[in-house]
């Protein structure tokens, strides 16, 4: 957690603006938590404090963690006790090799919609769909209507 820390950014509150005209404020980020803020660390921080823990707890130096690679699919094979997974891979030359990998552990990291979760038929994901986007984005603005301790919804009808 400490690199996470050191790296991230805790905003004292959030704001949310129409236009340049702030609607609403709030400042309480669950105080019932053993973590009660909103930490914002850049994606290239994320991956590298994850690979570099994950580096610690294998005790090897091999990068473990492939890019330009998706799963297909994945089955548990309980007699061997592995995960085994169908990738797809792009290789330098631009071309699709598939591989079949054999794994203690299968993590999925790529959203609701994850080839992970979806893999299950026996998980349910209980809840609503709501229509909406969104779009973080860690941006100097030069503004006077913003501050550095505030995170930010703007709204907009589209």
């Known amino acids: 957690m400490e690199p996470f820390l050191a790296r991230g950014s805790i905003p004292k509150r959030a704001a949310m603006y129409n236009g340049t005209k702030k609607i609403a404020e709030f ?3 669950g105080a019932d938590s053993p973590f009660p803020y909103i930490l914002f660390v850049s994606q290239k ?3 590298q404090f994850l690979e570099e823990s994950l580096r610690k707890a294998s005790g090897s130096d091999v990068t473990i963690v492939e890019r330009s690679t998706t799963l297909v699919k994945y089955t548990e094979d309980e007699f061997e006790d592995v995960i085994v997974a169908t990738v797809t891979r792009m290789t330098a030359d631009g071309d699709l090799e598939e591989e079949i990998v ?3 552990y299968i993590v999925g990291c790529d959203g609701v919609h994850s080839a992970v979760r979806k893999g299950r038929s026996d998980w349910t994901f209980e809840g609503k769909a709501y229509k909406s986007e969104w779009v973080l ?3 100097d603005i030069p503004t006077g209507i913003l501050t550095t301790d505030e995170m930010c919804v703007f709204l907009h009808p589209d």
């Open 45 to 47: 921080y994320t991956e």
């Open 137 to 139: 984005a860690d941006v």
């Open 27 to 29: 400042t309480a980020f």
């Open 102 to 104: 054999k794994a203690k």
